[in-house]
């Protein structure tokens, strides 16, 4: 180690390794602050959609077995969050799909209408609003006794 520039070559190396460890160091952190972002965000969205149904990841729809006929014929123009924000009877869903047909080019759904009317009656139809409970009836009051 006699020559001087071995120990400026042996400082560049460690510092080229110092820097190299470090910044796989700081790519990790970022990646797991990532994971944490995401983590902080799926407790909100499991809020929302809390219950007892499953959704198809790919779409946001409830999954039956006749969602493969709903992704077929009605995923092509427009996101389905037009359906899941809405909630009509079957025929309601019947009237949609005529005024999209007269409007918006939507094709004729042939015998894949009762699977897709089936798969929006049953799972979007309109939701009862439950307010508060039915009042309580013959109740059988008692004299609270102070002392
Ligand atoms: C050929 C294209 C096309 C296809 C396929 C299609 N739609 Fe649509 N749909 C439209 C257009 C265009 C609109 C209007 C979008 C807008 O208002 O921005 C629309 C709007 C809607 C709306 C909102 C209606 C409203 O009153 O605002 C619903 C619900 C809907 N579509 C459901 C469906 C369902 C269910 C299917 C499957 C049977 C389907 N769509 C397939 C074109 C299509």
Request: glycine residues 4%; aromatic residues 10%; contains cysteine.
């Amino acid at each position: 180690m006699k020559n001087p520039f071995n120990k400026i070559k042996i400082t560049f190396i460690a510092l080229l390794v110092l820097g190299i460890t470090l910044s796989s160091f700081r790519k990790e952190n970022q990646y797991s602050g990532n994971e944490n972002l995401t983590k902080n965000i799926q407790p909100f969205t499991n809020v929302i959609i809390s219950d007892t149904t499953k959704k198809d990841p790919e779409t946001g729809l409830i999954i039956d077995e006749n969602l493969y006929m709903v992704k077929a014929q009605c995923t092509g123009c427009h996101s389905t969050k037009l359906i899941m924000a809405n909630h009509f009877t079957r025929d309601g869903w019947k009237q949609k799909i005529r005024w999209m047909q007269a409007n918006h080019n939507l094709w004729e759904l042939g015998d894949t209408e009762k699977q897709v009317l089936d798969y929006l009656e049953k799972n979007y139809a309109p939701v009862q609003m439950v307010s508060r409970r039915a009042p309580l009836k013959d109740i059988q009051w008692y004299d609270l006794k102070l002392k």
